[in-house]
């Protein structure tokens, strides 16, 4: 009988986490504000100094520095690149004259009071100083410490700390479109529209600038979470909708390829707006974290699992367009492999945590305290402000680079009509100290095919099929690492 042969083409159409997997617990390779990763105390359990954090919010990376907001010293450290070394000292200070500094001097150009973000255009630095009420605008990333703004938003000038409003005490004095509220906590700009977006958190509003302003007290352009800008009730005073807002100290506010992303942290849900609003009052298309609108139970009312929030506070999405949610009360954040469509859509995967069924908060290389405050992505790692352990942690790329080893593209495979196969394929993992446990190759409908495996080099690894015969189609390669789990499509094809 006439034999057919078949190989391994197209080799990988999907790369990302195994999305039926519960498990994702990558530990971090870097942690900053702390001597190591079991440590948590603020300011390591002593007094402030250039390696200590005390409830650190928003980072940021531009121009080849590294930049984080550390809250409750009451500054912005500067490292004149990306942070190789545990505990590493930082080089420059906005907000203090000194990097052994803390203290709260009177209000100016040149202080700093609890700040809680930080954003660029890619020229101009913004810092959200929380505590003065305001955002201080800087032509370019201070190379000196203790420099001065260059102006300032949400103020006349450099020298008034006043707020409008409060919906914690019902106060709604002084509210307006030039005035935040007394705990803004959030910060975003999109290069594509030009817009400055401020989460104006204790009025339960996002705050719209539709240019980035260049004079001392611009007024916002619209207002969401609210119908004007002289209101600022949770939910506008009645049930969640989507209009409303119950804000608190999140600081999720990102934009991506168009759509606005918010973290509606008190009512333990994310809004995804499928374009920047353009009118007051605007109305989210996408919520998850609860299954419609009218909802705002943590957990969805009960345990806790893949599709219910507690508490999320900050948002990010990563090169490969997967969506980020870092939430306070579960300690974890809660990966989705794709910007979310429907409404209640599910996480596919959990960092922090052992299973999307438990939440504790701990202190570890590869766990969170219950008060996470900010995800990004900086020269392919995930930073994590891990804000109750009072440090940042650094993981490598949540994703391992894999490609067929230049020796060996995908050795043909024989299959017979009663088929006996015993060839092989090479796997190289491009990255060093990587705790392989296994591989599987499952077709798609879920039946495992043998595959014995074997290391023939350094991250080099040997597959061979083992007595059995393959169909042309689609194939998934599973990779198991001691803390995580991969899935790459493979394509099998007839030979013509």
């Keep these: 009988m006439k034999k057919q042969i078949y190989f391994l083409i197209a080799i990988i159409t999907q790369f990302g986490i195994l999305a039926n997997a519960q498990t994702f617990n990558k530990r971090a390779s870097m942690v900053l504000g702390?001597?190591?990763?079991?440590?948590?105390?603020?300011?390591?359990?002593?007094?402030?100094?250039?390696?200590?954090?005390?409830?650190?919010?928003?980072?940021l990376w531009s121009k080849g520095k590294f930049l984080i907001c550390d809250g409750e010293n009451n500054r912005v450290l500067i490292y004149n690149s990306f942070p190789t070394q545990i505990g590493q000292n930082a080089d420059l200070v906005i907000g203090q004259k000194d990097l052994f500094s803390s203290g709260i001097p009177p209000v100016g150009p040149d202080m700093l009071d609890r700040p809680s973000g930080l954003d660029t255009d890619g020229k101009r630095l913004f810092i959200l100083d929380r505590d003065n009420h305001r955002i201080l605008i800087y032509h370019d990333i201070p190379k000196i410490n203790g420099d001065s703004a260059d102006f300032v938003i949400g103020q006349n000038d450099f020298y008034d700390r006043s707020w409008g409003g409060e919906q914690e005490f019902?106060?709604?004095?002084?509210?307006?479109?030039?005035?935040?509220?007394?705990?803004?906590?959030?910060?975003?700009?999109?290069?594509?529209?030009?817009?400055?977006?401020?989460?104006?958190?204790?009025?339960?509003?996002?705050?719209?600038?539709?240019?980035?302003?260049?004079?001392?007290?611009?007024?916002a352009s619209i207002v969401v979470g609210q119908n004007r800008f002289t209101t600022n009730k949770a939910n506008q005073g009645g049930a969640p909708s989507a209009n409303s807002l119950y804000l608190s100290t999140a600081t999720g506010v990102l934009v991506y390829k168009g759509k606005l992303i918010v973290t509606d942290r008190l009512n333990h849900r994310v809004?995804?707006?499928?374009?920047?609003?353009?009118?007051?009052?605007?109305?989210?298309?996408?919520v998850i974290g609860q299954d419609n609108f009218s909802t705002n139970a943590k957990n969805k009312g009960g345990t806790i699992g893949s599709c219910g929030m507690d508490g999320p506070r900050a948002a990010a999405v990563d090169e490969d367009g997967k969506l980020y949610i870092a939430e306070a009360g579960n300690a974890r954040i809660l990966v989705f492999d794709s910007i979310p469509t429907v409404n209640g859509q599910c996480a596919n995967s959990v960092i922090g945590q052992e299973s999307f069924n438990t939440g504790a908060g701990s202190t570890t290389d590869s766990t969170f305290n219950t008060f996470i405050s900010f995800v990004a992505f900086v020269n392919n790692k995930m930073v994590v402000s891990d804000q109750g352990n009072h440090r940042i942690l650094i993981f490598d790329k949540v994703g391992i680079p894999i490609g067929v080893h230049e020796n060996s593209i995908f050795k043909k495979v024989s299959v017979y009509p009663n088929p006996i196969c015993e060839e092989y394929f090479d796997i190289k993992l491009n990255q060093y100290d990587i705790d392989i446990k296994q591989f599987k190759l499952i077709d798609m409908v879920g039946k495992e095919i043998p595959i014995s495996q074997e290391t023939i080099g350094l991250n080099i690894y040997r597959c061979k099929f083992v007595n059995t015969g393959l169909e042309a189609g689609i194939y998934n390669l599973v990779i198991y690492h001691s803390n995580f789990n991969f899935e790459y499509n493979i394509k099998i094809v007839k030979q013509k």
């Design 271 to 286: 809004l995804i707006y499928n374009k920047i609003p353009e009118v007051n009052n605007q109305a989210a298309d996408v």
């Design 170 to 219: 019902d106060d709604t004095l002084n509210m307006s479109e030039y005035k935040f509220s007394s705990g803004p906590t959030g910060i975003c700009y999109d290069s594509a529209s030009g817009k400055l977006i401020v989460f104006d958190s204790d009025n339960n509003r996002l705050m719209i600038f539709n240019d980035v302003p260049d004079s001392n007290g611009t007024p």
């Design 34 to 59: 702390q001597k190591s990763f079991s440590e948590g105390k603020l300011n390591q359990g002593a007094s402030t100094g250039p390696g200590t954090l005390k409830n650190p919010n928003q980072i």
